[in-house]
């Protein structure tokens, strides 16, 4: 029943601020489109714990850097960026192009902002990354990244990709690791929501350094692992690492290769 409640206020708080967005977008300037969603955020937040039952903590605030930094966060559910987005001021996001096919998102979007990118990578994403991360960083705004690209089940995680570290390399800004277990409460994209004490942990920021691999293995390490030891401490299960999986790109063109054969 929680879950049922859940998604009629989801999708209608979705509809009402969706609209209200799109009116505030004849205003100049972002900054009352952006009091919107900003309101938005904070009323899935409510319903998160008031509806659906999930109590979250976000820990580690004070770790956040002075000015401009980029966000490198752990991606389990919807309902992390609604948390990073009420939680950080002043805060930018990348998403992928997937977001545009929903009916007047593309323009909330875009006069959000936000960081749109090609899901597919290569050079192309990394120039849209690199020209949109420029202005965002020119206008002082925080960057908010999921290095994954996808949404991951607890205990799972995808390949990160670099272009968090050539954003944080080519202007110069400190990167906040973030993990979560909410992926217990909220996975993915489910319909089914189950009550429980969540965490949103922001770690010490890290810097970019010259060696990327190095740079990615670390981010890696330290949001994989203590994600990991947040789902140890809430479900009172031994602490085990996350697996590496393919993303679902790679398993579709997994399976188009084996079709081929």
């Known amino acids: 029943m929680r879950s049922i409640l859940f998604a009629c206020y989801y999708w209608a708080a979705t509809v009402f601020y969706a609209l209200s967005a799109v009116l505030l977008s004849i205003l100049p300037g972002r900054r009352p489109m952006r009091g919107a969603i900003k309101l938005y955020t904070h009323r899935m937040m409510w319903g998160m714990r008031a509806i659906a039952g999930i109590d979250i903590t976000v820990k580690g605030k004070e770790r956040l850097p002075d000015g401009a930094f980029i966000v490198a966060a752990k991606h389990h559910s919807w309902g992390d960026g609604f948390v990073l987005y009420s939680s950080v001021p002043n805060l930018t996001f990348v998403t992928g192009d997937h977001m545009e096919k929903f009916p007047l998102v593309g323009g909330i979007l875009r006069k959000l902002g936000a960081i749109i990118v090609d899901n597919c990578g290569g050079p192309e994403a990394r120039k849209a990354l690199t020209e949109s ?102 479900t009172g299960q031994p602490l085990e690492p996350s697996v590496l999986v393919p993303t679902p790109d790679e398993v579709k063109k997994m399976q188009a290769q084996t079709a081929a054969v």
């Open 133 to 234: 991360s420029a202005l965002a960083h020119k206008e002082g705004r925080r960057i908010l990244i999921f290095p994954e690209g996808n949404l991951a089940k607890p205990g799972e995680h995808f390949r990160y990709r670099s272009g968090v570290y050539f954003m944080a390399r080519d202007f110069g800004l400190p990167v906040v690791p973030v993990a979560t277990n909410l992926g217990l409460f909220w996975q993915q994209q489910e319909f089914k929501k189950t009550p429980g004490k969540a965490t949103i942990e922001f770690l010490e920021p890290i810097e970019a350094g010259d060696d990327k691999n190095a740079f990615l293995k670390k981010l890696r390490d330290v949001v994989e692992g203590r994600s990991q030891e947040l789902i140890a401490e809430a």
